[in-house]
């Protein structure tokens, strides 16, 4: 690990830049105490290999029907309008 100061990193930001791509991990020193590390970030992973490890997790569900999915249609309410149902509660409290 290269340890770099606040204003050594400010000044050639280039070089920290070709650190990180080198996969060197950087650690941040202000006034003598580290302040945070800096490290190139993880490669991105590609998408159905997201989506499996999200289902072996039990975050995501397979889909039932595979395809598009049918238009959406706003379904019909049944009982009193919402902005009656709204006034009386607020009424309550």
């Not at 340890?3 to 991990?25: D, S, T, Y």
């Not at 309410?77 to 409290?93: C, D, M, Q």
């Amino acid at each position: 690990m290269k340890r770099i100061g606040m204003w050594e990193a400010n000044q050639p930001f280039f070089r920290l830049v070709m650190l990180l791509r080198a996969g060197q991990l950087t650690l941040l020193i202000q006034g003598g105490e580290p302040v945070g590390v800096v490290k190139r970030l993880p490669e991105p992973i590609a998408a159905d290999v997201a989506v499996r490890r999200l289902e072996c997790l039990g975050l995501l569900r397979p889909a039932a029907k595979r395809g598009a999915l049918g238009r959406w249609t706003p379904r019909p309410l049944k009982g009193a309008p919402l902005s009656l149902t709204l006034r009386e509660g607020r009424h309550r409290v």
